[in-house]
Structure formats: structure tokens, C-alpha cells
């Protein structure tokens, strides 16, 4: 099916992945992109590289940050924690929650996406993040 947004709707980044010994416990920050026309997150997507089974103590959690135009904000637009029972599978889609009230974005506010480690962590699988928008009503 063809992509229903156009271009400057949309922005994607790759994730990369970490995995070894010292990876479980490491947190990354990934830039998504500077927002072109103001409206509103209305998905987020992220493609795994790789298959992961969540857990409870140990985790993993997804964030996509809104840093504003100067780079320094802290609102949480969409979360996907992967504790027990959120698993990835290798190149399926998973979507993130988003807050509402966090999901009006303006022109020249920067997108991350933030991989944060929860107790001693779990691997960080990588892969490709999309971020859909509509325009404010």
C-alpha cells in the first residue's frame, strides 16, 4: 500500500543497535528530525531489527521526545515500554502509545527518540522509527 503522507508529514531515522556485555545497561538518543509544518503526532512506528521478548524488571523503553525549537524540551509524545508480555519481532511493526496532550508539534521543534534502560537493562535491538503527522485542526 502506498504511503497515504506526504514527505513533509512524515520523518523516519535509523536506529542503530547495541548488544554485548556493556549494552544492556547503555541508554542511546537517536535525532528524528526538525518538524516542517505544524499539527499533530498522529503515529509512531518502529521497525525492529531484530526479535526481543520483554520483561518486567530488566526492561527497555521506547520515548519519542519533543525538545522544542531550541533543543531542550522534555515532553513525551509516545512510549512503548517492552516489559513482559511487549515483545519485538524481527520486521514487524510496533506502534507507540501516544499522549494526546503531547502530540501538537510546531514548525522547527526537534524530534529524538530516546532508548532508556530500566534496572540492568535489556539489548537494544535497533531499527527504523516513523513519525506520521496530520495538520492541526
Not at 535525532?31 to 520483561?55: C, D, H, Q, Y
Not at 514487524?92 to 510546531?106: D, M, S
Request: glycine share 10%.
Amino acid at each position: 500500500m502506498a504511503n497515504p503522507y506526504p514527505p513533509d508529514l512524515q520523518m523516519a531515522c535509523d536506529v542503530p543497535s547495541m548488544f554485548g556485555p556493556d549494552s544492556d545497561g547503555a541508554d542511546k538518543i537517536t535525532m528524528v528530525g526538525r518538524v516542517m509544518k505544524t499539527g499533530l503526532v498522529n503515529s509512531v512506528e518502529f521497525i525492529p531489527s531484530w526479535t526481543l521478548a520483554g520483561a518486567n524488571t530488566n526492561s527497555r523503553t521506547y520515548t519519542l521526545y519533543n525538545r522544542g525549537s531550541a533543543g531542550a524540551g522534555t515532553t513525551a509524545v509516545a512510549t512503548l515500554a517492552l516489559t513482559s508480555g511487549t515483545n519485538l519481532t524481527k520486521f514487524v511493526t510496533r506502534t507507540l502509545t501516544i499522549t494526546p496532550a503531547n502530540a501538537t508539534i510546531a514548525v522547527g521543534d526537534i524530534l529524538e527518540f530516546e532508548s532508556l534502560h530500566v534496572g540492568t537493562g535489556l539489548p537494544d535491538v535497533g531499527g527504523r522509527l516513523i513519525v506520521q503527522q496530520s495538520f492541526a485542526p
